[in-house]
């Protein structure tokens, strides 16, 4: 088991293009029930949308390990949702990392 100091924290912006939120909200539904029912090294992913402006989403996620996160990034439903489906349909897009403290 991975200490806490080993988890690997994400926080995803996405903005979609108008007229493409609901299809980007479909698409990282499907991507959050896969990413947990299929990574054992995925701690939390949870998905969101700003109510006020649709076209905006925020994607936290926690992973055990840098392993756990490169085999999210290399698994099958990641490769077809997030970068050949959703990554499209982005006006932008920005990713950041974090190490947990304690």
Do not use: W
Not at 1 to 17: E, P
Not at 47 to 64: L, M, N, R, S, V
């Amino acid at each position: 088991m991975s200490s806490n100091k080993s988890i690997i924290c994400v926080a995803a912006h996405f903005q979609a293009q108008a007229g493409q939120e609901e299809t980007v909200r479909q698409l990282l539904l499907q991507a959050a029930a896969a990413v947990r029912a299929d990574e054992p090294g995925n701690l939390v992913y949870t998905a969101h949308q700003d109510p006020k402006e649709p076209t905006k989403f925020f994607i936290y996620e926690q992973y055990a390990d840098q392993a756990a996160l490169e085999a999210h990034r290399d698994s099958a439903h990641y490769q077809e949702l997030v970068v050949k489906q959703i990554g499209p349909l982005l006006a932008e897009r920005a990713v950041t990392f974090y190490q947990l403290l304690d």
